[in-house]
């Protein structure tokens, strides 16, 4: 067995030449839900914003997963560690083959409200980011609304081993900004009140892509029955004031309640609703985005497991778990105060 922490080149090394072993992430304690038995082709390992720091959270390898279980028993405690139930039941389910398309339109209009654009989608500032708004801007202009639509739903689709790659905030801010270049929001997203998000698995190289739909009518909100609830009344809705404001409400919460801060690799469903008391004041979606998820970090938990702190003390910058979120709902809408509401659950 070989463990591996701050030590990049090393692990990577390791990892290239054993590409059917295991790797047990051992954040530290004994809780199971932070010391996860992985393939080590499991795209948890592998996700790009772990880029160039994988090894902050010690990694424990072999290739024989009975060494490492043996080890973990012995060093962590029987039922303190657990296997990684995403790349376990892959691989047990891992028959099916996937298959390319070698030509295809990249541009489906499937009804008069809905657009499917074939291709993974890239993230804001990322790579391929140019030619993806382009296509997805000559997407939104096959359809022009005759009002500019208050609910945009998008579903993003990619292949099991990529669901977990990409933040979905930064997968939004290239679909809304090709949707306000294409024609269907107006500058400034003045009538835009709800963006809801997905990212769904598929099976098939060909059934990877983004499926878009346009509603003229806000969505009903839906009541959820378990989960934890971070309110913040910021006194401005600058960035900095709204990330500050809902991080210093969660941190609140995290400080009283450790336990409602969730574990790293928990599959999240986020609902935020922004209530704006005067319209002269609104900020756009597309502002608002980042920011509320952000603040969010010490209740979203952070890819390398960093504990919260304090903002008087903080140094670093935030980055919280987003890429969890499989689900989101962003709403905008008037009320009698300014308050921003975000209800996070586990999926």
């Not at 090394?13 to 082709?41: I, Q």
């Not at 892959?90 to 209009?109: D, L, M, Y």
């Not at 708004?133 to 998008?154: M, S, T």
């Not at 579903?155 to 290239?174: Q, S, V």
Request: aromatic share 10%; hydrophobic share 40%.
């Amino acid at each position: 067995m070989n463990a591996y922490q701050l030590d990049e080149d090393s692990y990577l090394d390791w990892n290239k030449s054993r590409p059917n072993a295991f790797v047990l992430n051992r954040f530290g304690g004994n809780d199971p839900a932070f010391n996860v038995l992985h393939h080590s082709d499991c795209p948890f390992l592998w996700r790009e914003v772990d880029e160039g720091a994988r090894t902050v959270v010690e990694k424990w390898c072999s290739e024989s997963e009975e060494e490492l279980r043996e080890h973990a028993n012995s060093a962590i405690g029987l039922a303190m560690w657990k296997r990684c139930g995403y790349c376990f039941r892959a691989r047990k389910n891992s028959a099916s083959t996937f298959s390319s398309v070698e030509t295809f339109n990249p541009i489906e209009v499937r009804s008069n409200d809905q657009l499917w654009i074939c291709g993974e989608p890239a993230v804001f500032a990322g790579s391929g980011v140019g030619a993806w708004k382009q296509l997805v801007k000559e997407a939104f202009k096959e359809i022009l609304p005759a009002d500019f639509p208050q609910w945009i739903d998008v579903e993003f689709r990619f292949l099991e081993e990529r669901l977990y790659a990409k933040d979905i905030d930064n997968l939004l801010t290239p679909i809304l900004e090709s949707a306000r270049d294409g024609g269907w929001i107006k500058r400034g997203f003045a009538w835009l009140g709800s963006i809801t998000a997905r990212k769904t698995a598929v099976a098939e190289q060909s059934q990877v892509g983004v499926s878009i739909k346009l509603h003229t009518l806000p969505p009903s909100f839906y009541q959820e029955t378990a989960g934890v609830l971070v309110e913040a009344q910021p006194a401005r809705l600058d960035e900095k004031t709204v990330k500050w404001a809902i991080y210093e409400a969660a941190f609140h919460l995290y400080e009283h309640q450790p336990n409602l801060r969730f574990p790293p690799q928990t599959s999240l469903s986020v609902e935020i609703r922004v209530s704006i008391d005067d319209a002269a004041n609104r900020k756009s979606i597309a502002a608002l985005l980042k920011p509320c998820i952000d603040g969010l970090e010490p209740i979203l938990g952070h890819p390398f497991n960093l504990l919260p702190e304090s903002r008087e003390i903080i140094k670093r910058r935030l980055a919280p778990q987003d890429e969890m979120i499989l689900s989101l709902g962003f709403h905008l809408r008037g009320g009698t105060a300014t308050k921003i509401s975000a209800y996070i659950a586990p999926l």
